[in-house]
C-alpha cells in the first residue's frame, strides 16, 4: 500500500558530553580529513567555540583560516564557498547553530569537500538532513 521510500544518511560518528569541544581535533583525525580546515562559524558561537578549535587547530599544525558569517543567506554560502576556493581549503567545519551549520554544509556539498558539525546546542537534524 505505502511504496515510498528514502535513503537518509546520518553523521558517521557523534560525539557528545562534557568537555567533547576540546576533542575537535581528535573526532576530525578518525574522519581522515586532509588539507586546510575552513571554521564557519557566527558571532556568538564564534567567541564561545570557534576560537577555541582554531586555536587546536593552530596547535596541532594546522593553518585554519576562519569565517564568521552574521546571516542565513544564499549569499553567506556563496561567501562561504569563495573563501573556502581562495585558501583552497580542504574540509569544512560548521561550529554553533543551525545557521552556521547548514551554511558550511551547502558549502561543502557545493565544493565537494568534507564536513564536519561543530554544534553549540544538543539538538540534532541527522534524521532529516542529506
Not at 106 to 118: I, K, P, R, W
Request: aromatic content about 6%.
Amino acid at each position: 500500500m505505502f511504496e515510498k521510500r528514502t535513503w537518509i544518511r546520518l553523521p558517521r560518528n557523534v560525539v557528545v558530553g562534557h568537555g567533547v569541544l576540546g576533542r575537535t581535533i581528535e573526532a576530525v583525525s578518525e574522519l581522515h580529513l586532509t588539507g586546510r580546515p575552513l571554521i564557519v562559524s557566527s558571532p556568538t558561537p564564534h567567541k564561545v567555540a570557534g576560537e577555541k578549535v582554531v586555536a587546536q587547530f593552530e596547535d596541532e599544525g594546522y593553518d585554519p583560516s576562519e569565517i564568521v558569517i552574521e546571516e542565513a543567506s544564499f549569499d553567506a554560502v556563496q561567501q562561504v564557498i569563495d573563501h573556502a576556493s581562495e585558501i583552497d581549503a580542504g574540509f569544512l567545519l560548521g561550529v554553533g547553530g543551525g545557521k552556521a551549520i547548514d551554511i558550511t554544509k551547502m558549502a561543502a556539498d557545493d565544493l565537494g569537500l568534507g564536513f564536519v558539525s561543530v554544534p553549540t546546542a544538543a539538538s540534532h537534524d541527522g534524521i532529516v538532513s542529506g
